[in-house]
C-alpha cells in the first residue's frame, strides 16, 4: 500500500530524493512519515507531513525536507549534504495521527536501502 523509491549508494556530501507513493483510499487524508533503522536498531523517526504542515527531526533541520504532491499521491524525503551515519533503511508509513512514533501507523512501505560513503 505503500511504496518507496530513491535509495541508493552516494558519497557523503552528496544528496538523495526519496519518494513515497501512497495507494490507500483519500491518500491526502493520511498523515506520512519517514522512519529509518539500522540493524540491531530501533526505527527512528525522521520527518512527517500531514496535508500541509512537515516537520523533521532536529538532528536533520536544514539537511532534509519533506514535501508531498497530493496530484500524485506521493510523499517526498529531499536529502542533502548526507552523512554517513544517515546510512539506513528508510521506510514511510501512513497514519491517522501526526505523530513521530512508528506505533501510530497502520501502514508501511518495504523500505529503502541509502548508503553514505565517507
Known amino acids: 500500500q505503500l511504496v518507496e523509491s530513491g535509495g541508493g549508494l552516494v558519497q557523503a556530501g552528496e544528496s538523495l530524493r526519496l519518494s513515497c507513493v501512497v495507494f490507500?483510499?483519500?491518500?491526502?487524508?493520511?498523515?506520512v512519515a519517514w522512519f529509518r533503522q539500522t540493524s540491531g536498531k530501533e526505527r527512528e523517526f525522521v520527518s512527517v507531513i500531514s496535508s500541509g504542515n512537515g516537520s523533521v527531526k532536529d538532528s536533520v533541520e536544514g539537511r532534509f525536507t519533506v514535501s508531498r504532491d497530493n496530484a500524485k499521491n506521493t510523499v517526498y524525503l529531499q536529502m542533502n549534504s548526507l552523512k554517513p551515519e544517515d546510512t539506513a533503511v528508510y521506510y514511510c508509513?501512513?497514519?491517522?495521527?501526526?505523530?513521530?512514533?512508528?506505533?501510530?501507523?497502520?501502514?508501511w512501505g518495504q523500505g529503502t536501502q541509502v548508503t553514505v560513503s565517507s
Open positions: 508509513a501512513a497514519g491517522t495521527w501526526f505523530s513521530r512514533k512508528h506505533g501510530s501507523y497502520n501502514y
Open positions: 490507500l483510499n483519500t491518500p491526502s487524508m493520511f498523515n
